[in-house]
């Protein structure tokens, strides 16, 4: 199981703040887990094809073509700014 967690905007539209789901075996990449998170519905379609959505990875940035695995923390959020 991987551990999703939606923060800000995400969070509102998702309407949970985390979940936990079973990966399957062809999704190994940031990029694959984005198209099989926007393939859940048109909500999640407009939400996970957003241009300026980010992805870590057990507390890293991930870039689309990143490893991901069952049992990873993945953390799904708006771009943040600070000072």
Same mark, same amino acid.
């Given at each position: 199981?991987a551990?999703?967690r939606y923060?800000?905007?995400?969070?509102e539209?998702?309407?949970?703040?985390?979940?936990?789901?079973p990966?399957p075996?062809e999704i190994t990449?940031?990029?694959r &887990?984005?198209d099989?998170l926007?393939?859940r519905? *048109?909500a999640h379609?407009e &939400?996970?094809?957003? *241009?300026?959505?980010r992805?870590?990875?057990?507390?890293?940035?991930?870039? *689309? /073509?990143?490893p991901?695995?069952?049992?990873?923390e993945?953390?799904?959020?708006? *771009?943040?700014s /600070? /000072?």
């Amino acid at each position: 199981m991987a551990l999703l967690r939606y923060f800000s905007w995400v969070r509102e539209k998702i309407g949970v703040a985390s979940e936990s789901i079973p990966l399957p075996e062809e999704i190994t990449t940031v990029a694959r &887990l984005r198209d099989f998170l926007a393939a859940r519905g *048109p909500a999640h379609a407009e &939400l996970f094809n957003h *241009p300026t959505l980010r992805i870590a990875v057990n507390q890293r940035y991930a870039q *689309p /073509g990143d490893p991901v695995a069952d049992g990873d923390e993945i953390a799904i959020f708006p *771009p943040v700014s /600070g /000072g």
